[in-house]
């Protein structure tokens, strides 16, 4: 069964189109990174899928149900986390988890009390009297110990400071490790979610640009270095090959990104420019993959606007 899937999901406000006939299918299991700068369409596409918005066109399915009709039935198997989240500031964290718990017939209370260790919250604390990446991890726990089939975060990230993050990722990654649960998670912070996410959707200007494994995505990009021996023929850099991209020259070293990379195929293209010339491939972090996609978007946007 999928989690998640959409047919040309759709989102307009007057004019500006959020969201942009995105297809989508989430299988269940694993970790998915839906990433994209600020303005990419991220948040509206989670409020979509959690009935928070209407789409202007095109239709999504969360649980096999119409996403428009998500009810009491199918949020009690979804846990969510959004950086606006509001929370009963004037309750403890304890009285707080008490509220919750019976909306919940799969309420795990050895996992809370796990959870309440693993984040160090402190159960007789109001929640007013926290500090904001206290309060994400209060949301986070109330929305884990459940154990939802479909848990979703909407830029959990923002405004937390480094300790407070590894211990909201240590959160994330403890409910990969228990079962088959779905996490999605939209985010522009790229270094963190490198390290859980196996699944990466790109988002630019509402429009899906990538939607693959993180392994094949870092599998097919290499930045290139070419040590020149001699000097290249005039035709050497005209013509380049589609995946080529940010090529430049200085002096005797010629660089580019190759987001077709193949061992074989990336050096006999190589060879046939420079011939005596030293070649290096060197791997990609996702957080430089993410930046020169973004920059291929800008560059077409702008072609296509003149």
């Known amino acids: 069964m999928n989690i998640i899937e959409t ?3 759709t989102r307009r406000y007057g004019r500006q189109e959020a969201v942009h006939a995105l297809d ?14 600020n303005g990419a369409g991220k948040s509206t596409t989670i409020k979509l899928l959690m009935n928070l918005l209407a789409p202007t066109a095109g239709q999504a ?4 149900v119409d996403s428009r009709k998500l009810g009491p039935a199918q949020f009690r198997r979804i846990g969510y986390v959004a950086e606006s989240q509001e929370l009963p500031l004037w309750m403890t964290v304890g009285g707080f988890l008490n509220h919750c718990r019976p909306f919940y017939p799969k309420w795990d209370r050895d996992l809370e009390r796990t959870l309440l260790n693993q984040l160090d919250l402190p159960t ?4 007013n009297q926290l500090s904001r990446g206290m309060l994400m991890k209060a949301a986070l726990l109330s929305s884990l110990a459940y154990r939802p089939d479909l848990l979703v975060l909407d830029e959990p990230f923002g405004g937390l400071d480094p300790l407070v993050r590894e211990e909201f990722v240590r959160g994330i990654l403890e409910v990969s490790s228990l079962g088959d649960w779905t996490v999605l998670i939209a985010s522009h912070d790229i270094e963190e979610v490198e390290r859980f996410s196996e699944r990466i959707v790109l988002l630019d200007t509402g429009r899906k640009r990538i939607d693959e494994s993180v392994e094949a995505l870092q599998a097919r990009f290499r930045r290139i270095e070419v040590s020149l021996h001699d000097e290249p023929s005039a035709d050497a850099t005209q013509d380049l090959p ?22 074989a195929t990336t050096e006999a ?38």
């Open 269 to 306: 293209a190589c060879r046939a420019r420079f011939p005596s010339a030293a070649i290096a491939a060197h791997p990609m972090t996702l957080r430089e993959i993410f930046i020169t996609l973004a920059r291929a978007g800008r560059a077409e946007a702008k072609l296509a606007a003149a």
């Open 242 to 263: 589609p995946g080529w991209q940010e090529f430049s020259r200085a002096g005797q070293l010629v660089r580019f990104i190759d987001r077709a990379y193949s061992p």
């Open 7 to 9: 047919q040309g999901l």
């Open 124 to 127: 007789d604390r109001r929640l």
């Open 61 to 64: 399915r969360v649980l096999g």
């Open 24 to 37: 989508l299918v989430i299988p269940a299991g694993g970790v998915t990174a839906l990433l994209g700068a």
